[in-house]
């Protein structure tokens, strides 16, 4: 249970004077809160910048553009001429230097007047421009008389608004909240908060709101700092209580003798890269242990999980245990499928797919035979989940692109055997920043090394007036004998105009090139996608047009040439896994990227980067750049909420300290008893993460 303590931070902002209903429905909107808004969410409401009003220019020296305070006289009104709504009301004001003319659209004529009588002094504050040659401020933040002006704050914060809810109401707001809490136990180090000059969590929160000075607000300045590593050190505490919590899960040790590892190395036509030698050896330690394996492998498309996935399931099956291997869709499953039995057969695994396809009679022996421990390990899609689906000894899951999958997914197949490891594989890279915040809870291995032998993609773009060129080039690869991937533009408003524009491509290539060409698309029936890939990868067919159904995984190592209409409309991400369908071989390959000029800034940057670099993970950070945080894992993880005050550009240096800190702490008092710990159970309350400190009081 939360500690009464605390409880001031999580009353309702109704409680707060002045706010009623009717402001509370605003304030969900400005918190972006569904339920009601409270204490603690306008206190995390933090002011994005301040506006400085000790300076007091003379009107000559104002500098354009800038929010100032300037003393002046006001000499005369000009309203709204009558009937027109539109035109703003004009307030000629001036001191001994020069004018300035005050600007208000669809004000109330007496209100202004009143506001600001002629012949009297007033200080005005705001953002001064010029318009037409004339010095003037639209809609003044502040407009005060002497008396007011001693009430001012000399910094003044400024907030992200909503209509209805202005600054003035802000600030009274927040410090009403601010009296109302109180002091809290610190539970950051002293030496640390000394070394960084850090101020206590309830400081911070004053200074911030309040500042003194402009540094007072800045997100690099320490109160800010102190409160963005408060967040990340709550989030990274949760992750290790989560990691702590699924080892503490009864494990066993289950890495065999190595022998059908060494068998299938032996039976691969190639050798094992460095970083798969090590991803290999991580796992099979994590195994042997009587802990629980939850691992993430990290790799750029083309790097070579698979391989080090069956490997990893070989370790178990060589102490009679069992694998499952779920992938997010049909085509995936196959292949992985198609990657793993020939070499399972060679060593006398015994592999078998089930997905939504296998039904009736195939299906029931299918069910029976895992259930007998006749099959050691299964690939599939959903399928697995199914409840009549029981193997007689599950060890280990490998979750292809678990951020397809939800949370309860995962877990569902987890459940269906005793202390399950898992090991999860992403072909979308992620930034170190963004590894530590969503996967803290796992160890990582990555490949990060290319098979020997791939060649680097010759990367091109064009605009789209230019197509006849480019399907005269993709002729001559043809002739060539090369095989093509084209892809068509993603329409972003149904599935149906996505396919409607695949197919039209297609029936103008077919024509031009005859039977050579296939169609594969996301509404297809799944044997006839596989049947389509097929033909394609054995060389029936040399040209795919398809639509981004290809988009992961998928391995034809003969496609040398891509096309990508519209690739404007991709993100990063996205382009670069399409673009890691070919170079896959030992041809050299094109990527042609057709856009629509004219290109935005960001579709412009984007492009840019793909010429430049094929190195997934660069990629990824350049797209956290353009795209911001939430975006770069496609959706959000379920179950980890946005950050509030730590901002991944100002902030996320901070992380690699605070994983350490966390892992640090945990490893001295686990269950956060000691009086430091007690003080981190207040911290977690803060910042939302009580689900980890259930699982402690769980157990
Ligand atoms: P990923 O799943 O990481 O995108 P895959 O596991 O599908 O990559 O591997 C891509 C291709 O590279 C496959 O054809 C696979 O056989 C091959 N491959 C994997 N490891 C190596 C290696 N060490 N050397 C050469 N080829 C490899
Ligand atoms: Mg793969």
Known sequence: ??????????????????????????????LGREDEPRLVDLLFHLPTGAIDRRARPKLREVEPGSVVTVKVTVDRHRPAPPGRDRAPHLIYASDETGDLILTYFRARRDYLEKLFPVGETRYVSGNAAFYDGMLQMVHPDRVVDE???AALPMIEPVYPLTEGITANMI???????????????????????????????????QTLHR?????????????????????????????????????????????????LRRAIIAALPYSLTLSQHRALEAIVVDLSKPERMVRLLQGDVGSGKTVVALLAAAAVIESGRQAALMAPTEILARQHFNTIAPLAEAVGIRAAILTGRERGKDRSALVEK???????????????????????????????????????????????????????????????????????????????EKPAGRQPVDTRTIPLDRLTEVTD?????????????WVCPLVEESETSDLAAAED???????????????????????????????????ETQLLVSTTVIEVGVD???????????????????LHQLRGRIGRGHGKSTCLLLYRAPLGETAKARLAIMRETEDGFRIAEEDLKLRGEGDVLGTRQSGMPAFRIASPEAHGHLLPAARDDARLILSRDAALVGERGKALRLLLYLFERDDAIRLIDAG
């Open 1 to 30: 249970m939360r500690p009464n303590l605390l409880d001031p931070f999580f009353r309702a902002i109704t409680t707060l004077p002045g706010i009623g209903p009717k402001l509370e429905k605003l304030y969900r909107r400005l």
């Open 147 to 149: 008396k007011g002006l």
């Open 171 to 205: 600030v009274k707001a927040i410090d009403n909240a601010l009296s109302k809490i109180p002091a809290l136990a610190e539970w950051q180090e002293t030496a640390f908060l000394r070394k960084n000059g850090f101020p206590p969590f309830g400081d911070a929160l």
């Open 211 to 259: 500042p003194r000075d402009m540094n007072d607000i800045a997100p690099e300045g320490p109160a800010r700092t102190r409160l963005a590593y408060d967040e990340l050190l709550a989030s990274q505490l949760a992750l290790g209580l989560m990691r702590a919590h699924n080892r503490k899960r009864a494990g066993r040790a289950h890495a065999g003798n190595g022998h």
């Open 370 to 448: 895992l259930a007998t421990g006749d099959i050691d390990i299964l690939v599939g899609t959903h399928a697995l989940f199914q409840d009549d689906v029981t193997f007689r000894d599950l060890a280990l899951a490998v979750v292809d692109e678990q951020h397809r999958f939800g949370v309860h997914q995962r877990l569902a197949l987890v459940n269906k055997g005793e202390a399950v490891d898992m090991l999860v594989t992403t072909a979308t890279p992620i930034p170190r920043t963004l590894v530590l915040t969503y996967f803290g809870d796992m160890d990582i291995s990555e490949l990060r």
């Open 473 to 485: 080039a993709v002729g001559r690869a043809l002739q060539d004998g090369q095989r093509v991937y």
């Open 505 to 539: 491509r297609f029936k103008t290539l077919r024509k031009r090139f005859g039977k050579e060409v296939d169609l594969v698309h996301g509404q297809m029936r799944g044997s006839e996608k596989d049947e389509a890939m097929r033909r394609f990868s054995v060389g």
């Open 556 to 574: 034809v190592p003969e496609a040398t040439v891509m096309v990508i209409e519209h690739a404007e409309r991709f993100g990063l991400a996205q």
